[in-house]
């Protein structure tokens, strides 16, 4: 098996969600499995001066930004289309996802690689038959409240991928109860089978 590790902190040293997807990968690992880590804060660049929808433009016109966009955006199709198992792990920012982890959905979404449109104008997955883990974590927001863009938003991004099966851990609202929310989030991981 091959198992993707996506870390999307802005922080390095002390962030929860990082540690915590580093438990969840040393519990489903085996020692067969192939692993492959990214960290988003190490490289990602932004979608930007597209010449038209999706993600085309004539190599004749691409800028260097545009040659960095294109060459990120086939290394992490590829990463997903090899992987079986994905663990994102993201802490929600002010309600929402980390600017990288959005820019990377941005770059994997890929027509003709990670999805399709269909005849009848509806859009279909390409990424078939894979599990993810969601490793999330919060301040104040409570997973899959109203004020949670993230989690929703996270699922909604995998489904148009065609990765159905995804399970989430969370340590929310770590503002409450630091220890609490970690208990919580490690019993979450202890118990997957």
């Given at each position: 098996m091959r198992i993707y590790q996506i870390d999307s902190s802005a922080r390095k040293e002390g962030s929860t969600s990082r540690a915590l997807a580093k438990k969840l990968l040393e519990k489903i690992k085996s020692p067969d499995d192939e692993i492959l880590y990214r960290d988003l804060d190490d490289e990602m660049v932004f979608v930007s001066g597209l010449t038209e929808s999706g993600m085309k433009i004539d190599k004749k016109d691409q800028t260097e930004h545009h040659k960095k966009m294109f060459e990120l955006s086939d290394k992490?199709?590829?990463e997903l289309k090899q992987s079986d198992i994905i663990i994102i792990s993201a802490p929600i920012y002010n309600y929402g996802p980390p600017a990288t982890l959005k820019a990377w959905s941005d770059l994997a979404a890929r027509v003709g690689e990670t999805f399709k449109f269909r005849p009848d104008g509806r859009r279909e997955g390409l990424l078939k038959n894979k599990k993810a883990y969601l490793v999330i974590t919060s301040g104040g927001t409570k997973l899959n409240s109203k004020e949670d863009f993230l989690t929703p938003w996270l699922k909604f991004i995998l489904n148009f991928f065609g990765?159905?099966?995804i399970k989430t851990i969370c340590a929310d609202q770590m503002s409450l109860?630091?220890?609490?929310?970690?208990?919580d989030a490690e019993e979450q991981i202890k118990n997957i089978t």
């Open positions: 992490l199709v590829k990765i159905e099966e109860d630091y220890e609490k929310s970690i208990r």
